[in-house]
């Protein structure tokens, strides 16, 4: 995994410590909290933060807190830290936490971590944020975390709806921070710095002796979003700690130099030039930053990329090539970074929608609201991120099938397509207890994988990411339908529809379609829970991915959510690389966006050709990249330390060559038609809570978000129905169903209207009474198992308030199990946003009994549910 290290840039950290209540009771030990951790992080062994960087507020008023947040989003580039410890407060339902200040009652005067904390941490400027909450129910500020857009990672005291006794310990510093100062300062055994994730082990295993209030294990909680890679929180060290970087040590010295230079312009002015002190003053450099803004350019990638681009990305930004002076930019000092770069990820289909609706896209970056009732809003459909000025999709089949979308007039964004930045061939994973004695592993024709891995043989799943919204599973699907002969895709004409149907029934399986090859992988590791219907045998699986996923999958590396390990799996528990002949590799092509109206194109351009031709130097980005688990694009093996040289990684880069991709658009675009004709028609029955509740910690957003993911899916062979309860005009009626949308429909555009309508005027919307889950779902599996189609499933998409309530009778229940369990199933995709997640009885029960499965919510969950709804026009009668 990646580390952001942000020394040498402009950090903050504020520390908000509130141990003096007026109406609470107060919190003594809170008092040296700040202190201690202010000494622990500008201490010279942590190394990342600088005096004047730590900001301690100690507040009793909100708007205390409102100001420092303001000041400190606004100053930090670089590292953002935010640390509370005090105070906390939940609502009955557990959401809605709020911090306590010193004048807050129990109801007033208080800090909303949904409404006051998070919009401005998601406007600041910093590249990393990290926040500590050290209060009760700290546990409950992930739901509404995950509507962050910044890479965030968040550590909370405890787990959700528990509080915790810190602060009520005598003076001297609460137990959860005098274990988080211990570990800043003296560092982790084995490790040469402190991450996040370092940090949090740490916490758990210092508080695994203590209670909580409620006679619970004490268990600090974690979460990121929006990032991946770890960041480093102390350079603090048991071993002997490596010197400060040279860089380092000379941008801190200008900064100090800087800040002093100012006043020494004064006095010299006062005392020798007097009459030059207007001139003087007008041309003296900023105190606080000596160095201009830098450009911001956004880069956009597929969530399996994004780890390594983001290393990439900090590398040049601190590289010569974005610092050294340059002719004509005498102005900007040495040492200032040119440009910074921000990067992020989104579903291949996600991004397909957004190039479709770039006007939109633009329109919502400019905050005209473009194509939205009344301009309000957050349009969830077109919200892949930012509007890009760099794209790197997986392949470039990925950027024909985005060209093809986009309509041919009239777009304000154009994509210019340049060389590939690195390679990753693809490979079928096969269980190491299970190898195939008769096959190489380089080069095998796809005849011989099937073949290999059918029931006469070794009997295995082959499970593939879904090529609607993965890079990976798309450029598989081409290497199966154009190379499977062996003849290579170059010479390949249309695919032949009977090989396309007969690949499919092989490749097709409840539940067998994910989002990307990390979440594939992910789910398949021996230390994960499967999916809640445990339909994954790791065993009898092959998974279809890149050779750099399966290299970091057997590593043990951080993939997809699952966290790095502390070493490699054992050989058990490994995929051996089996090489598919003839198949391309991911070929990871570079594509500068411009858009139409840019008063900033030509220093854009710039930018964007300077850290290309980085990329691919063999000194600058090919020495990240390769570093990383990928191939170079001059293909000459492998650097030293590339983590595909290890023989734990079961890979053979050695032997087996890196494939050009060679196909061209008209030859992806049949593939799709191909793998469209071989799917089953298919029905979706969206059936989406939408009481009041669900505005709340930030989950709407995410529920017409997974809505809509499933709406786009719908065609002419794949129709789906949208219905939300209660119903607005019958709140009471614990039956009624409103239909947004009639079921059948293969309009998206209907689905789009009515999710748009809900996102922009949740008030008016939304229905401020009890969602009778049970009864909404009785009435939903009715009408399914009513319906013609042959594969079909209900998307429920719920909170954790299911409104029952002492006036549902008890046949209620009996019922709705009774139509579960009765033919023909229709498998139930639940999207859990409360609290527990999948974590009840009757979610699981639910997903188990109608053979589907549950998706907690999370930063994957949108994308992981996508997956599951993209594989129901897949199932055979022939799966095992």
């Known amino acids: 995994m990646s580390e952001y290290d942000a020394r040498g840039k402009v950090n903050r950290a504020l520390l908000i410590c509130v141990d003096d209540y007026r109406t609470l009771p107060p919190l003594p030990a809170v008092k040296d909290n700040a202190r201690a951790l202010e000494r622990a992080l500008l201490a010279p062994g942590t190394d990342l933060f600088t005096k004047g960087e730590v900001v301690t507020c100690r507040p ?29 407060r939940v609502g009955r339902d557990g959401g809605n936490l709020q911090l306590m200040v010193g004048a807050s009652e129990r109801r007033h005067k208080t800090v909303s971590w949904q409404d006051m904390v998070l919009p401005y941490l998601d406007n600041a400027r910093a590249d990393r944020i990290v926040i500590v909450l050290e209060c009760c129910y700290a ?53 040469r710095f402190v991450t996040f994730e370092d940090l949090v082990r740490e916490l758990r295993e210092q508080l695994g002796g203590e209670r909580t209030p409620m006679g619970d294990v004490w268990e600090p909680r974690s979460a990121k979003q929006n990032t991946v890679d770890d960041v480093v929180l102390s350079f603090a060290t048991p071993e002997a700690r490596p010197p400060t970087p040279l860089r380092v040590r000379l941008r801190r010295w200008l900064k100090s130099y800087f800040r002093h230079w100012p006043r020494l312009l004064l006095i010299l002015a006062i005392v020798f030039v007097p009459a030059t002190t207007g001139v003087v003053l007008l041309t003296l450099p900023n105190s606080e930053a000596p160095c201009p803004p830098a450009l911001e350019l956004r880069l956009l990638t597929a969530p399996e990329a994004e780890p390594a681009l983001r290393r990439a990305a ?54 005209t609201g473009q194509g939205r009732p009344g301009g309000q809003g957050i349009d969830p459909l077109y919200r892949p991120g930012p509007q890009p000025d760099i794209w790197i999709p997986e392949s470039t089949a990925d950027y024909d099938e985005a060209r093809r979308g986009m309509p041919a007039k009239g777009s304000p964004a154009t994509l210019h397509y340049s060389a590939p930045v690195a390679y990753t061939p693809l490979v079928v994973g096969i269980p190491a207890p299970r190898r195939l004695d008769d096959v190489e592993p380089a080069g095998a024709s796809w005849q011989e994988l099937l073949t290999g891995t059918d029931r006469t043989h070794r009997d295995l799943k082959l499970l593939r990411p879904s090529p609607v919204l993965s890079g990976t599973g798309l450029l598989h699907t081409i290497g199966l339908y154009l190379g499977h002969d062996g003849s290579g895709t170059a010479a390949a004409g249309a695919p032949d529809l009977t090989l396309a149907r ?73 995929y051996i690389a089996y090489y598919p002949g003839n198949v391309p590799a991911l070929d990871h092509p570079l594509v500068r966006v411009d858009w139409h109206g840019a008063t900033d194109a030509t220093p854009r351009q710039a930018a964007v050709a300077s850290f290309a031709r980085w990329l691919r130097a063999p000194d600058g980005g090919q020495r990240t990249l390769t570093a990383q688990g990928y191939r170079g694009v001059r ?50 029955l969206i059936l989406m809570d939408a009481s009041t509740s669900m505005a709340e910690n930030g989950r709407l957003p995410v529920a017409v978000s997974a809505a809509g993911r499933a709406v786009e899916l719908a065609g002419a062979r794949h129709t789906y129905g949208l219905w939300t309860f209660p119903d607005r005009a019958h709140p009471a009626d614990r039956d009624a169903v409103r239909e947004l949308v009639p079921l059948g429909s293969a309009d998206p555009a209907r689905g789009r209207a009515a999710l748009d309508r809900i996102a922009g005027s949740p008030n008016g919307e939304l229905v401020d009474h009890g969602a009778a889950m049970e009864e909404a779902l009785t009435r939903a599996l009715r009408t399914m198992k009513r319906s013609s189609a042959t594969n079909k499933a209900i998307v429920l998409i719920l909170d954790q308030d299911d409104g029952g309530g002492a ?31 999948c974590d009840t009885f009757a979610l699981r029960q639910l997903a188990a009994a109608s053979h589907g499965q549950c998706v907690p919510g999370g930063p994957q969950a ?9 594989s129901i026009g897949t199932a055979t009668k022939g799966d095992r």
Request: glycine share 10%.
């Open 60 to 88: 009793q008023e909100p708007w205390e807190v409102e100001q420092a947040l303001d000041t400190v989003t606004q100053e930090a580039r670089g590292l953002l830290l935010v640390y509370f410890s005090g105070h906390g």
């Open 139 to 191: 546990g409950n500020a992930s739901e509404a975390f995950y509507a962050c857009r910044k890479p965030t990672s968040l550590l909370m005291a405890a787990q959700p709806n528990r509080r915790i006794f810190s602060g009520e310990e005598p003076t001297g510093g609460s137990v959860f921070n005098r274990a988080l100062v211990q570990a800043l300062e003296r560092g982790v055994p084995g490790k």
């Open 314 to 367: 900090f590398d040049y930004e601190m590289s010569e090539t974005n610092t050294r002076p340059l002719s004509g930019e005498g102005d900007l000092p040495d040492g200032c970074r040119r440009a910074q770069i921000t990067v992020y990820s989104a579903a291949k289909d996600q991004v397909d929608q957004g190039f479709a609706a770039a006007d939109r896209w633009q329109g919502e970056a400019r905050g």
């Open 502 to 574: 007969q690949a499919e029934e092989r490749l097709a399986a409840p539940g067998s379609q994910y989002a990307g090859s990390t979440e594939l992988l992910c789910s398949l590791r021996p230390d994960t829970d499967t999916d809640a219907s445990g339909t994954v045998d790791r065993t009898k699986s092959a998974p279809l991915v890149s050779e750099k996923s399966l290299a970091d999958y057997n590593l043990g590396h951080a993939i997809g959510s699952c966290p790095a390990l502390d070493a490699p799996l054992p050989l058990r528990n490994r």
């Open 635 to 684: 293909d000459s093996g492998p650097r030293r330390g590339s983590p595909l040289l290890d023989s734990r990684a079961d890979v053979s880069p050695l032997v087996a060559p890196t494939v050009p991709f060679t196909a061209g658009p008209d030859q992806v675009s049949r593939v799709l038609d191909g793998y469209d004709k071989a799917q089953r028609s298919s029905q979706v």
């Open 807 to 837: 006036g549902r009778p008890a046949s209620v229940e009996r019922t709705l199990g009774a139509l579960i369990e009765e033919g023909p199933h229709v498998p139930v995709l639940a999207l859990a946003l409360g609290t527990a997640g």
């Open 862 to 870: 949108v994308d992981t549910l996508a997956g599951r709804i993209a």
